[in-house]
């Protein structure tokens, strides 16, 4: 057993972003600046998208993202048990009513042919969620999408940098602006993903979606500060909606540019890591390893090991506390919507109206996986895994 705790998810900082955000400390500019409007060029480059706007976190992005899009009270948004709390809440905060769908059995991601039978006349829009860094079935959501003119809003805050079908999401999703389909893609920066600003998001999309995002990101006004205070401003502005107030600021963004280019790398990292997990649970009948269809290429934000509980002796919550006592973190991704007081009393959940969701949750356990996992730390937790799967396997 390992001497010293494995954390889950630790940040990959270095000096380069040490040395940046010192360097923003030093100017006169400290909030959303010169840096942040570099850092949305450099983030809309990296991934193809037309326009990029920074703001405080993924779950900000979506909030814009659904006022951009208009969705609002006595509107139906159709998105998946299978994710964090606010990709619901910010549907909540619109006024409109989430409207969750089950998930498919391999991927977890939201199952296209329930999306279908869930759109009424109410639907806006589709708020699918790339679990675990691997794109939901976009071709299919599309083709709802465009059938009964929803919007999309792409949850990516697991998906940077993901493909499918060789584009990245993030990049434009409709190519041949077939109205009025609108898209939109929401990406964190929180302290656990892929990249990190400590909190941040960005969204992408088309330019003329992506300049009313922008108002709705700062108080409706159209100047920003920026525009307002620096040599080239003016004081005036104007404001032209109630929008929120979550820009990024310069310090955030600093971190931002310096993890952007080491993002590349970073994937190189999860991938070798990804591989010998593959390799070493693969073998076990006791646990299924998480799939990666043959279209796309998983950001891999989380590596998600499904328990055999039916040859095991023990349960996930138990798993979880053998692993930490073994000293490796672990966690569990998600607990579904539909089980949380909220969402269960207000809608009237019951655990099994999306049994795929709540029975793969049952016996869900992600391993740590960021590109700091040194060679031993991974095998330390191969063999803490296998070792319980040989301890804990049935007669
Ligand atoms: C982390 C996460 C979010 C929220 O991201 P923030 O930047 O913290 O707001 C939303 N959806 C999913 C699936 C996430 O994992």
């Given amino acids: 057993m390992r001497a010293d705790f494995l954390p889950f998810s630790p940040p990959s900082i270095g000096e380069e972003e040490i040395e940046e955000v010192i360097d923003t400390l030093r100017s006169d500019w400290i909030t959303t600046g010169p840096k942040v409007k570099r850092f949305e060029q450099e983030f809309a480059n990296f991934l193809g998208a037309p326009t990029a706007l920074a703001v405080n976190s993924a779950t900000s992005a979506m909030r814009v993202g659904l006022a951009t899009l208009g969705v609002g009270a006595g509107d139906e948004v159709i998105t998946t048990p299978m994710t964090f709390c606010s990709t619901a809440h910010v549907i909540e905060h619109a006024g409109a009513r989430p409207v969750l769908v089950d998930v498919r059995p391999d991927t977890l991601t939201i199952d296209p042919a329930l999306v279908e039978r869930a759109v009424t006349a109410r639907t806006k829009a589709l708020l699918p969620v790339h679990l675990y860094g691997h794109p939901c079935d976009m071709a299919a ?40 389909v609108k898209t939109l893609t929401a990406f964190s920066f929180y302290a656990t993903k892929n990249m990190t600003t400590a909190e941040g998001g960005m969204l992408t999309g088309d330019p003329d979606l992506i300049e009313q995002a922008r108002l709705w990101a700062l108080h409706g006004m159209s100047h920003d500060a920026y525009k307002r205070y620096s040599a080239e401003g003016s004081w005036c502005y104007e404001v032209v909606l109630p929008g929120y107030k979550c820009n990024m600021a310069d310090i955030e963004a600093s971190l931002g540019l310096q993890q952007l280019k080491k993002l590349p790398g970073f994937q190189t990292r999860r991938r070798e890591i990804v591989a010998r997990y593959h390799a070493a649970f693969g073998a076990l009948p006791e646990v299924e390893t998480p799939t990666e269809h043959a279209e796309v290429e998983s950001a891999w934000q989380l590596y998600s090991l499904r328990l055999n509980l039916n040859r095991l002796t023990i349960h996930r919550a138990q798993f979880i506390e053998e692993l930490k006592a073994l000293n490796i973190g672990a966690s569990v991704h998600f607990i579904p919507i539909h089980l949380h007081p909220y969402y269960a009393n207000k809608y009237g959940y019951q655990p099994d109206d999306f049994p795929v969701a709540y029975r793969e949750y049952m016996r869900l356990v992600s391993l740590p996986l960021h590109p700091r996992l040194s060679d031993q730390d991974v095998t330390d937790v191969i063999e803490a895994v296998t070792g319980l799967v040989e301890k804990y396997r049935k007669g």
């Fill in 141 to 180: 959501l599309l083709d709802i999408a465009r059938r009964h003119n929803l919007h999309i809003l792409e949850d990516a805050a697991h998906a940077l940098p993901a493909r499918y079908g060789g584009r990245l999401i993030g990049s434009p999703v409709v190519t041949d602006h077939q109205l009025p």
